[in-house]
């Protein structure tokens, strides 16, 4: 299974960036899917997660009512939906799959690269 992460840059406080995870090699919706993050000098962390059809959904309580998660299994595809971005936003974000539905990392078998996402203030 493979994981393509894309859609980072830099912004400014207060703008809106969509981030793409594209999945191949694999049933799409026999997977879980979340999104990391990981800012410079610190660990990843957990940031949303969805379940396999998509029904299901859970935030860290950072990003909660900012972000949203969101797939299309037609598309083998899910999405994370950034506004009001704020500085502590910065980081690698990376998608990830699992036949489980989790915020625990270690817990996901297959991740993507990462895609950067820097706010300026």
């Known amino acids: 299974v493979q994981l393509q992460a894309s859609g980072g840059g830099l912004v400014q406080a207060g703008d809106s960036l969509r981030l793409h995870c594209a999945v191949s090699g694999g049933t799409f919706s026999n997977y879980a899917m979340g999104w990391f993050r990981q800012a410079p000098g610190k660990q990843r962390e957990f940031v949303a997660a969805?379940?396999?059809?998509?029904?299901?959904?859970f935030y860290a309580g950072s990003v909660k009512g900012r972000f949203t998660i969101s797939r299309d299994n037609a598309k083998s595809t899910v999405y994370l939906q950034m506004n009001s971005l704020k500085p502590e936003d910065t980081g690698v974000y990376y998608c990830a799959a699992d036949s489980s539905y989790t915020s625990v990392a270690s817990m996901y078998d297959y991740w993507g690269q990462g895609t950067e996402v820097t706010v300026s203030s």
């Open positions: 969805i379940s396999w059809s998509g029904n299901n959904t």
